[in-house]
């Protein structure tokens, strides 16, 4: 098994360390399911450096990590390597913060289906999140063999997602697929992200040309598919490009959104150096491009309602003592887990 396939590059492995790299295909929990030059094999956390030391990240889907390999049971993974993308939502869960959702992916695959789940405000967020992961953002509209005319949907996608490639294609008629060609190349891995039923299964299923993944039925109120995915999995086509397919998830919190904010509003902050005062807070101050812009109707109220309903959500952006406060907390309280653990015999070193 060549893992140079699964998109690792040699110049990744860092310097005076050993293990076996590896990457992680799919999360249980615990328990990690490893592609590496030993073919496919499993996984788990070494205690003392992830639960007790916290010296490394801890890995998600599409990591590449180092290992200690072992042919006959769980291999002990060592050490998360850097990461070129990474996705993170806020965890659900109130008090642990970060939630990561995949790493190591070239593109985005920014998914709503044309009938029923067509959602700008929904747009603009996974948008938001997409530039801050430091891969490329691609709207992918669904479901267009289900609607007669979706020019409408189209233009308002490319207003909200400026520069940013916009598809109309149908999973079951084959429409449009053709137009994704130029992201579908070998060693190449794109993340799935989109709300349950929007088809992502079936898009995985497509572009494979046969079924790999199992679709839930159509649900007859909406016309949504229920979505099957339990777990954050990367899937290696025939054509040797990767998915990296998520769980449709009810709540995508903000978490550090300092760059993607500003790419997904690029046009909103352009007006931010054109106030007469630099500390201009966009309200009542004499002289406020933004407010002079929204009065014009160059920028949309809509629009900067939904810029400022973000910012607010960015936990990190706008209150990173409370977050690192969250974080000590949260280490804290695994550190301790991780010890009671390791006392019982919970663990293998």
């Known amino acids: 098994m060549n893992l140079v396939d699964y998109g690792f590059i040699p110049s990744m492995m860092p310097e005076d360390v050993s293990g076996t790299p590896a990457r992680i295909t799919a999360v249980y929990k615990e328990r990690y ?163 349950s039923g929007v088809g992502k299964s079936s898009l995985v299923n497509a572009l494979a040309g046969q079924e790999i993944m199992a679709i839930g039925d159509i649900r007859e109120d909406d016309s949504r598919g229920r979505h099957t995915t339990t777990h954050r999995q990367l899937i290696m086509l025939p054509s040797g490009v990767m998915i990296i397919d998520t769980p449709g998830m009810r709540e995508l919190g903000m978490w550090d959104v300092s760059t993607g904010l500003g790419e997904a509003f690029s046009d909103v902050e352009s007006f931010f150096g054109r106030c007469k005062f630099s500390d201009c807070r966009h309200q009542t101050e004499p002289g406020c491009a933004v407010r002079a812009a929204i009065k014009s109707g160059e920028l949309s109220s809509e629009r900067w309602d939904s810029y400022l309903k973000l910012k607010r959500e960015a936990k990190f952006s706008d209150n990173k003592e409370g977050y690192l406060r969250q974080k000590q907390q949260w280490h804290k309280e695994l550190a301790k887990w991780g010890k009671q653990m390791k006392k019982n015999g919970g663990f293998k070193k």
């Open 33 to 195: 399911e490893l592609i590496c030059e030993y073919g496919h094999t499993f996984g788990r956390l070494k205690t003392s450096i992830y639960y007790l030391g916290g010296l490394e990240d801890f890995p998600t889907t599409g990591d590449f990590v180092l290992v200690n390999y072992n042919p006959s049971g769980d291999s002990q993974i060592i050490k998360t390597l850097k990461r070129k993308s990474f996705f993170s939502r806020r965890d659900p869960t109130p008090g642990r913060g970060e939630q990561a959702v995949a790493a190591n992916f070239d593109y985005v695959f920014i998914m709503q289906s044309l009938n029923f789940n067509f959602n700008l405000k929904r747009l603009e967020r996974y948008l938001t999140l997409a530039w801050q992961s430091g891969a490329v953002p691609v709207v992918i509209l669904t479901k267009a063999d289900l609607v007669e005319d979706y020019s409408e949907q189209m233009r308002a996608s490319q207003k909200v997602a400026a520069g940013v490639g916009v598809y109309a294609i149908s999973a079951i008629t084959g429409f449009g697929l053709d137009t994704l060609k130029d992201y579908l190349k070998p060693r190449k891995t794109i993340v799935f992200l989109g709300s």
